[in-house]
C-alpha cells in the first residue's frame, strides 16, 4: 500500500476518477448548450440522453468500488464505499454541481488511503 513503491504513477487511478465522474456528463451537457440550442432542455430526447449518461457514469463508480484495479485495488471496500458516500453528501449539499462531489469523494479516498497507510506503518 506504499505510494514510493509504486513509482511516480500511484496518482494515475485517481485522475481517471475525476475525469469519468466529472468529464464523461458535463461534456453532454455543453455540447448540448452549443449544439441543441433549439431543443428543450425538458424534452424526451435530452432527457433520454441525461438518463443514459448517469447510467454510463453509475456504471463506472460501481466498477471502481466494486472491482477496482492497480491502486485502487489495495484499499479496503469500506474506504471505497465510504468514498461514494462523502460524495454524494457533498454533491447534494452544493446543489448537485458534480464537480464538487466527484473532488470531495476523491479527497476522502485519498485522506483515507494515506491515513490507513500512515496507521499500517506504526504497527
Same mark, same amino acid.
Given at each position: 500500500m506504499s505510494a514510493a513503491g509504486h513509482g511516480d504513477t500511484w496518482w494515475w487511478p485517481f485522475v481517471m476518477i475525476l475525469v469519468a465522474g466529472w468529464l $464523461?456528463?458535463?461534456i453532454w451537457r455543453w455540447l448540448g448548450v452549443f449544439a441543441g440550442g433549439r431543443l428543450r432542455?425538458?424534452?424526451? @430526447? @435530452?432527457?433520454w440522453v441525461r438518463c443514459v449518461a448517469t447510467a454510463l457514469v453509475a456504471g463506472v463508480i460501481s466498477k471502481l468500488i466494486l472491482f477496482p484495479q492497480g491502486m485502487l485495488a489495495e484499499t479496503p471496500l469500506s474506504l471505497r464505499?465510504? $468514498?461514494a458516500g462523502v460524495g454524494f453528501a457533498a454533491f447534494l449539499l452544493s446543489k448537485q454541481r458534480v464537480i464538487v462531489g466527484v473532488l470531495a469523494a476523491e479527497a476522502f479516498l485519498i485522506a483515507g488511503w494515506f491515513g490507513l497507510n500512515a496507521l499500517s506503518g506504526l504497527g
Open positions: $464523461a456528463t458535463d432542455e425538458d424534452g424526451e @430526447l @435530452l432527457i464505499l465510504a $468514498a
